[in-house]
């Protein structure tokens, strides 16, 4: 009895072994070694296999000849494209084919942008869910004395949260120049933006800011506006963002008249990075219900360095703002240039 028993203990573990290994992913190698295992998740140009002989073990995907999944993963690719498939050898021999329930898309592993398991969230969110309060203050002083006495400063302050859900941002700035004795700049702002993701790249939006400006003979700005928005561009290195809803105005100038009217809130949000900088753009366009003829048009456009590992950065950029019909003695564009010194930091 012994021995049909025993047979048939080895027969029950060998099938299980060989079910073991029918089922696995299989990692090949550009060297032609093989891993069996288990592909966790791919990100940052290394792939995470869980193996039994050795726990969970990292490859290089410039090392990866193809690799074979024995159910559907969710693979984003460098081109944008995001699909949920099981993946198969490409019949080239090498790279791989995602095989989806919308079609067949084939590439290289060095093409892969990320791999994750049906049902966890993407690196992407699990790094936005990570975050915490984010927080920076900028300063920017010139001066000049002698010949001349000139002045020049800018203080600012931010204050974000993002999530895989929204994102909220406070933000405040002060500015103060005077040429010879005679002002030249003096205004505040306070703002107030939030945006929650309905979808992948859908959006809608709320905002608010106060304003006052005394060169421009401005008492009181108060902007509000509300709207949907949708993300052109939504990459690890780069955010392109449109947004469009409806605003409402209201001024109070310094000679005693108000205006006031609802308007449109068009605007274009653009940010890139690199790998030691970061570029902003934003351009945003509101003209006024009352009179289309009476809008404003405000730019940015700047560029951040890391001056250390996560703390100073500079920043350089520039300005525009203009309008459309500004109070008497006061120009239609405004122009700063600058460079600040941010110190920034995040919530523990």
Not at 207 to 216: A, Q
Not at 303 to 310: D, K, V
């Amino acid at each position: 009895m012994k021995n049909p028993l025993t047979k048939f203990l080895l027969a029950t573990a060998l099938g299980l072994a060989l079910t073991s290994l029918a089922r696995a992913d299989r990692v090949e190698l550009t060297n032609g070694s093989v891993v069996l295992g288990k592909v966790v998740s791919a990100e940052k140009g290394k792939f995470k296999v869980e193996t039994d002989f050795a726990g969970t073990i990292e490859i290089d995907e410039k090392r990866i000849k193809t690799f074979v999944t024995d159910e559907p993963v969710n693979v984003s690719l460098d081109s944008g494209s995001v699909l949920q498939g099981r993946v198969e050898a490409s019949t080239a021999g090498e790279g791989v084919a995602i095989v989806a329930p919308a079609g067949t898309m084939t590439a290289k592993p060095v093409e892969v942008a990320a791999i994750w398991r049906v049902g966890d969230d993407s690196p992407a969110i699990k790094a936005l869910k990570a975050q915490r309060w984010r927080y920076e203050a900028s300063v920017a002083i010139s001066g000049r004395t002698g010949g001349s006495e000139k002045f020049g400063g800018v203080l600012g302050f931010k204050a974000t949260r993002e999530t895989a859900e929204d994102k909220l941002v406070f933000d405040l700035q002060a500015e103060k120049a005077e040429d010879n004795g005679v002002e030249t700049a003096n205004r505040q702002f306070a703002g107030v933006d939030y945006s929650s993701f309905f979808s992948a790249k859908n959006i809608w939006y709320a905002r608010t800011s106060i304003e006052k400006d005394v060169i421009k003979a401005i008492d009181l700005r108060s902007s509000t506006a509300f709207g949907v928005g949708r993300k052109l561009i939504k990459r690890d290195v780069q955010d392109l963002e449109v947004r469009a809803g409806l605003s409402y105005l209201y001024e109070s100038y310094a000679n005693g008249t108000n205006f006031d009217s609802p308007g449109l809130d068009l605007a274009l949000l653009h940010t890139y990075t690199f790998k030691n900088g970061k570029l902003n753009n934003s351009l945003s366009y509101t003209p006024t219900f009352e009179d289309l003829n009476n809008y404003r048009l405000h730019h940015e456009s700047s560029y951040e360095m890391p001056l250390t590992a996560s703390l100073w950065k500079l920043k350089m950029g520039v300005t525009n703002d203009y309008t459309s019909t500004p109070q008497p003695g006061v120009r239609r564009l405004d122009t700063l240039y600058f460079t600040s010194l941010i110190l920034n930091w995040q919530q523990h």
